[in-house]
């Protein structure tokens, strides 16, 4: 079946290090996207993808980092620069331009403790 | 700037009840409108969204959304709520500029027994 997958479903990290997130779709999607959500909040954008080896910064990019070295890949790392990092970060894809329409992984919990 | 605002953060009703979320948008121009659904710990699966013809859409679930011009207004309804329609529903907006949605914060639906 075609979709997304992110793993782990749940992650700890203690303060101070690096963590990398994957995503990766089956669905020959060229955009893909990285949102946070925290409770009582929409989506925030923290980084997309249109097309290979080329990314944009969202809205909340600082204390995160991306890479787009493959279509079907597009992996999140969680740096220490991120002040607070505790939260739910969704992968979702699209088909490209002119096509809004994401398609959504089943999300990564991250705690820091 | 372009919002979405979700006025109510819960809504309860009971099973069997008729439904209506509310969704208002601040942009220039038509733009996309999108319905998300999301249940706990999961990630979003589209519901409906409206592009442009009929402004009364359908979409999965039994659901249904009314795109009102005049009120900059996408709301979300439903005739008779099962309790499987416990969940949280986002709202968001989307421009043929970039790829980039936006999202309101949600309504979290409750179901009485």
């Known amino acids: 079946d075609g979709g997304i997958t992110q793993s782990p479903k749940y992650l700890f990290r203690k303060e101070g290090q690096n963590v990398t997130l994957s995503c990766e779709q089956n669905?020959?999607?060229?955009?893909m996207y990285w949102y946070r959500q925290d409770p009582g909040q929409g989506l925030r954008l923290i980084y997309y993808s249109q097309i290979v080896n080329d990314f944009q910064k969202g809205d909340i990019a600082e204390g995160y980092s991306v890479s787009r070295e493959k279509k079907e890949s597009f992996p999140l790392t969680v740096t220490s620069a991120q002040k607070n990092p505790t939260a739910f970060y969704l992968c979702?894809?699209?088909?490209?331009?002119?096509?809004?329409?994401?398609?959504f992984g089943q999300g990564t919990r991250l705690t820091v403790v | 700037a372009q919002s979405v605002t979700q006025p109510d953060i819960h809504i309860t009703v009971s099973e069997g009840a008729s439904l209506e979320l509310r969704c208002n948008y601040s942009?220039?121009?038509?733009?996309?409108l999108f319905w998300y659904v999301q249940s706990p710990g999961q990630g979003l699966q589209l519901l409906l969204k409206?592009?442009?013809?009929d402004t009364l859409v359908q979409g999965i679930k039994g659901f249904e959304a009314e795109f009102k011009r005049s009120q900059s207004s996408f709301n979300l309804r439903k005739p008779s709520v099962h309790w499987s329609d416990a969940a949280e529903y986002f709202c968001a907006v989307g421009m043929d500029s970039n790829y980039q949605l936006i999202w309101g914060a949600g309504t979290k639906l409750i179901i009485k027994p």
């Open positions: 669905l020959n999607h060229d955009a």
């Open positions: 409206y592009f442009s013809g």
């Open positions: 979702a894809s699209s088909r490209g331009q002119g096509a809004l329409v994401a398609f």
């Open positions: 942009y220039g121009a038509t733009p996309y």
